[in-house]
């Protein structure tokens, strides 16, 4: 269904750009992903809640239509790459892998150093599919599991034009907070263990887009 709605919203964009400009273009930065594993029990075992995060460099495309006679932009972006998230010890590798994340947004601009830049705020909703879920572990079986990954971003940057007519380069930061996440396993002699997580990831990244 994501993936079906990522597609609508491309064909909205690029069907209002033919009356409106705005630009396509690639980010490049580094994220860092921050993850909380609520406790829990299994069996006669109690787990406390645990966070833990993980850095690296990402890539991802976007593209923006302006809406005519406002400050304001609808964007997409979209990363095309799998991540792979382990969680390694000294019986298990378990893992899941995170693709598709794709985010929609608005973007409010404004001149600034007199009108040589623009700064902006943006706030937008994003997507990402689960799968490849394992459970490496001998004594543990994986149920069921969520399947997709949704969140709330703000972010803001700099954006300025100094890199010749019709290229834009841009400065920004990023913060991505998801909704919870959660598996059911039978482990520790329990049939029905419900395992919650949740996560916030944040952004540094340069742009580089070309304006039509």
Do not use: C, W
């Not at 609520?38 to 923006?64: C, D, K």
């Not at 792979?84 to 409010?108: C, K, M, P, R």
């Amino acid at each position: 269904m994501k993936k079906i709605i990522s597609i609508l919203i491309v064909s909205v964009l690029f069907a209002f750009s033919a009356h409106a400009g705005g630009m396509i273009g690639i980010k490049y930065g580094e994220g860092e992903l921050e993850a909380t594993k609520a406790g829990y029990t299994a069996g006669s075992n109690t787990y406390t809640a645990q966070t833990a995060s993980e850095n690296h460099e990402f890539a991802a495309i976007f593209a923006e239509v302006n809406i005519p006679d406002r400050p304001v932009s609808i964007g997409l972006e979209y990363i095309p790459y799998t991540a792979t998230i382990s969680v390694d010890g000294n019986s298990s590798d378990s893992h899941l892998e995170i693709s598709d994340h794709t985010t929609l947004y608005a973007l409010l601009s404004n001149d600034i150093a007199g009108g040589s830049a623009v700064g902006y705020l943006k706030i937008g909703y994003a997507m990402a599919d689960i799968g490849g879920v394992k459970a490496n572990y001998a004594t543990t079986t994986l149920n069921s599991h969520d399947s997709s990954l949704e969140g709330l971003m703000i972010g803001a940057g700099v954006q300025t034009g100094a890199f010749g007519p019709g290229m834009v380069a841009r400065v920004e930061a990023t913060h991505t907070d998801y909704d919870d996440v959660s598996a059911t396993t039978t482990s520790n002699g329990s049939s029905s263990v419900k395992k919650t997580a949740d996560a916030d990831l944040t952004t540094i990244t340069i742009s580089l887009a070309k304006t039509f």
